[in-house]
């Protein structure tokens, strides 16, 4: 006779594993958190590590990299023009060839301009950047970057996206954020189950270091999991939106609801030849050094408009017959978003976009990637997720720890037991139709949760199948 450490048979298990015939929910919830935790965990574990790592990255980036993003220099700033021509003059002699994006001036006293260009062989949305004084106009190096993220958080946060393994590799996260969420919602059941039964409630939230192994474990398990459940939810809602699959399928059902955010349009009413028609400010100029005093005129205009922050990126065109665009880029609370597409030819506003104007979804939707990402409330945001991560790392090796303490202690088989199946099959035809229909709407939403939901229902069918030959083996 086999015996388990720390775990008598719960009321829907008979000796051998064999369930009893009774409610469906829980053992079914039970299940459903057993096989997404077992299989899926692994990813949630990667993805919680990395993503811990990834909210500190800031701080060590400003650490590592502080003569680059910092100047002990104070007084007025000198031109636009004659800050992005030093960048040049920089770049020519170690990366000739990299050729002018834009520029990011510097935002407030003791900040550096970041003058991007673009280079074979980077990633996509990668640039390198030069780190221009804005008061002497002296060079304080140069840096690959991508977006706001400087190189260790850029390499962190390839990693956590997409482990490098490109496309494939972003399927990793998007499983881990389809998950996650159902796992939360799947273990929130089984607590309210067991809040609702057992006499020791304080042990659910508050974590007991008293009992038998299993019973810390799974104190420390339940616990800390009410605990963490919005932060969860939160991160795998948000996740999920710029995710491959599902991602653009969120996209798709704010474009048809116009819940999306307004884009520029950049396109000029004219294009010419001649060095005195639209075309001369179509950027290539600018690339080779000539005219840089537009930067400072499309600012200036910019400004007049709508630009008012100081945080602001000026993008050249990427092809004749488009406009410049000037952006505020602040992504810390409050949020400020407003752009600007400018014809330099005629300094004539050829579109823009205000935040005050963006429907509310697609507000949410900018709130919640920037509090993902740790920009939202600065420091304190980046905290949280750095607590979160490790918490709900600590979350998934826990719950190993409880399948690893309910293992039997004299029989051959060293993994512990599966919960009971069978509970989807004693569900009522109506909650199976709306448990079908949920799950096939959810499977269309997230591509990579349906697929994976499909395996686990195909190998219960299996264990079912099997179970009057093998009981004495499940």
Not at 287 to 292: A, C, F, N, Q, S
Not at 326 to 338: D, H, K, L, S
């Amino acid at each position: 006779m086999t015996t388990l450490h720390d775990r008598p048979l719960t009321s829907t298990q008979q000796p051998g594993g064999a369930p009893q015939r009774g409610g469906w929910w829980a053992p079914l919830l039970r299940r459903l958190h057993f096989y997404a935790g077992v299989l899926v965990g692994p990813f949630i574990l990667v993805a919680a590590l990395s993503g811990a790592a990834y909210a500190a990255a800031p701080t060590v980036d400003h650490l590592v990299y502080h003569h680059q993003v910092t100047t002990q220099s104070r007084g007025p700033a000198l031109p636009l023009a004659t800050q992005i021509g030093s960048a040049q003059r920089y770049i020519a002699h170690r990366h000739p060839g990299d050729v002018l994006l834009g520029v990011k001036p510097a935002s407030h006293a003791g900040a550096t301009t970041q003058v991007m260009f673009s280079e074979r062989g980077l990633r996509a949305g990668q640039v390198r950047s030069v780190w221009i004084d804005p008061v002497t106009g002296a060079s304080h190096g140069d840096l690959l970057v991508y977006s706001t993220a400087l190189p260790i958080e850029t390499w962190l946060d390839f990693f956590h996206r997409t482990l490098f393994l490109g496309d494939v590799g972003r399927a990793y996260s998007e499983l881990a954020a389809s998950w996650l969420g159902v796992i939360a919602l799947a273990g929130l059941g089984l607590w309210v189950v067991r809040l609702r039964k057992t006499r020791t409630k304080r042990e659910l939230l508050v974590p007991t270091m008293r009992g038998p192994s299993y019973r810390r474990s799974r104190s420390w398990h339940a616990a800390t999991g009410v605990w963490l459940l919005l932060g969860a939810l939160f991160l795998s809602a948000t996740g999920i939106t710029w995710s491959l699959h599902a991602g653009s399928n969120v996209r798709e059902i704010r474009s048809a609801l116009n819940w999306s955010a307004p884009a520029l349009t950049t396109t000029t009413p004219t294009t010419g030849g001649a060095d005195d028609t639209p075309a001369a400010y179509d950027g290539d100029a600018q690339r080779t050094g000539k005219d840089l005093r537009v930067f400072d005129e499309v600012l200036a205009k910019a400004r007049s408009v709508n630009i008012h922050n100081s945080q602001v990126e000026i993008d050249l065109p990427t092809q004749p017959g488009q406009a410049w665009t000037v952006a505020e880029i602040r992504r810390q609370w409050p949020i400020a978003a407003n752009s600007v597409a400018i014809d330099p030819s005629t300094m004539s506003v050829v579109s823009q976009t205000n935040w005050a104007k963006f429907p509310l979804a697609a507000k949410l939707t900018q709130w919640g990637i920037n509090g993902h990402m740790g920009l939202l409330f600065g420091l304190a945001n980046q905290i949280v997720l750095f607590v979160l991560g490790l918490a709900m790392a600590a979350m998934v090796v826990l719950g190993y720890v409880m399948w690893w303490h309910r293992r039997p202690t004299r029989a051959a088989r060293k993994m512990g037991r599966r919960p009971p199946a069978g509970a989807l099959a004693r569900a009522p035809w109506w909650a199976q139709l709306l448990l079908a229909a949920g799950a096939s709407g959810l499977g269309m939403l997230l591509p990579e949760l349906g697929i994976t939901l499909l395996a686990f229902l195909l190998v219960d069918a299996l264990v079912m199948a099997r179970r009057p030959r093998r009981l004495d083996k499940l």
